[in-house]
C-alpha cells in the first residue's frame, strides 16, 4: 500500500544501479522529485541522465535500488540483470501518472493533431471521448496551438509538434511530468516557443524532471539541480548555488564547455 501524504515525494530513487551487460551505467543514485518541485538532470552526454528518467517511470528496468511512486515502493523480482518488475498492474498504474516527453515527437502521423492528444486518455484510461476532447482542446490552448487541433503532425513545425506532444502528457493529467531533452531536436527561435511553455509549467508548481543541456532553462526553472558525471551525482543543489558557485572541478569545467 501506498504511503503517501503531502510530503511524500512523487517520485524518490535511492542507490539505484543500472547495467547494460558488463557496462554499468548508473552507479549509485538518489533522486527525491518533491511534489510540486522541479528537478533538473544536467551532464555531459553519457553522464546517464536519460538512463535515469527511463528508469524512473520503468522504461528500463535497474539492477539495484529501491524505487517509489508516492511512497509505493516498485516490487522486484531476480536480481541483477534478471531484476524486473514483479507486478505489471503496478507498472501500468505508475507508467500512467508518469507523462514522459521525448526528444523527439513521437506524434502518430495518421492521426490529427487533437487525435494525438486524446489517444491515450482514451484508450488507456477509457475515459469518455467527449469529456477528454474538452480538455484536450484546453491543453492545446495551454500551450498555444489551439488552432492546430485539426491539423496533421507533418503540417507543424517542430516547436509545435513538441508543443503538441507536451498537451499530449498533460492530458493523461498526470502526478509528474518527465522530459528528455524538449528542445534539443529544435532550432533556436522553435525552442524558445518549448522553453516558454515549459516555465509555465514550472510557475504553475508542476511536478516535473528535466533532462536538459539547456542550462538558462534549468537555472530559471529548477528548484534543484543534479550533476550526472559518468553514472554518479557529482554534485547537487538550487540552482543558485549550483551555477553561482560550482563546488567541483568537473562541474566547473562542464559550465564553462556549454558556455562556450
Not at 49 to 54: A, G, H, P, Q, W
Not at 208 to 234: N, P, W, Y
Request: proline share 5%.
Amino acid at each position: 500500500m501506498s504511503a503517501d501524504t503531502p510530503d511524500t515525494p512523487v517520485i524518490e530513487i535511492r542507490d539505484l544501479h543500472k547495467c547494460y551487460g558488463p557496462l554499468e551505467v548508473l552507479k549509485g543514485v538518489d533522486l527525491v522529485a518533491p511534489r510540486g518541485n522541479v528537478i533538473s538532470l544536467i551532464g555531459s552526454s553519457g553522464s546517464g541522465k536519460s538512463t535515469l528518467l527511463r528508469c524512473c517511470n520503468l522504461l528500463e528496468d535497474s539492477q539495484q535500488g529501491d524505487i517509489r511512486f508516492e511512497g509505493e515502493a516498485v516490487r522486484w523480482k531476480g536480481e541483477g540483470l534478471d531484476r524486473h518488475p514483479a507486478d505489471r498492474v503496478q507498472v501500468t498504474r505508475i507508467r500512467t501518472n508518469l507523462s514522459m516527453v521525448f526528444q523527439q515527437f513521437n506524434l502518430w502521423a495518421h492521426l490529427t493533431i487533437l487525435q494525438n492528444v486524446m489517444e491515450a486518455p482514451v484508450t488507456v484510461l477509457k475515459r469518455d471521448p467527449k469529456e477528454v476532447e474538452a480538455k484536450a482542446r484546453q491543453y492545446l490552448a495551454k500551450v498555444g496551438i489551439a488552432d492546430k487541433a485539426d491539423a496533421w503532425p507533418a503540417q507543424l513545425s517542430g516547436g509545435q509538434q513538441q508543443r503538441a506532444a507536451i498537451a499530449r502528457a498533460l492530458c493523461m493529467e498526470p502526478r509528474a511530468l518527465l522530459f528528455d531533452e524538449p528542445t534539443s531536436a529544435l532550432d533556436p527561435e522553435l525552442e524558445q516557443e518549448v522553453v516558454r511553455v515549459i516555465k509555465a509549467l514550472a510557475d504553475e508548481g508542476r511536478t516535473m524532471i528535466l533532462v536538459t543541456h539547456d542550462m538558462k532553462l534549468a537555472a530559471d526553472c529548477s528548484d534543484h539541480v543534479i550533476f550526472l558525471h559518468q553514472g554518479r551525482i557529482e554534485e547537487e543543489g538550487p540552482p543558485a548555488s549550483l551555477f553561482g558557485n560550482p563546488q567541483s572541478a568537473r562541474l566547473r569545467g562542464f559550465l564553462s564547455a556549454t558556455a562556450a
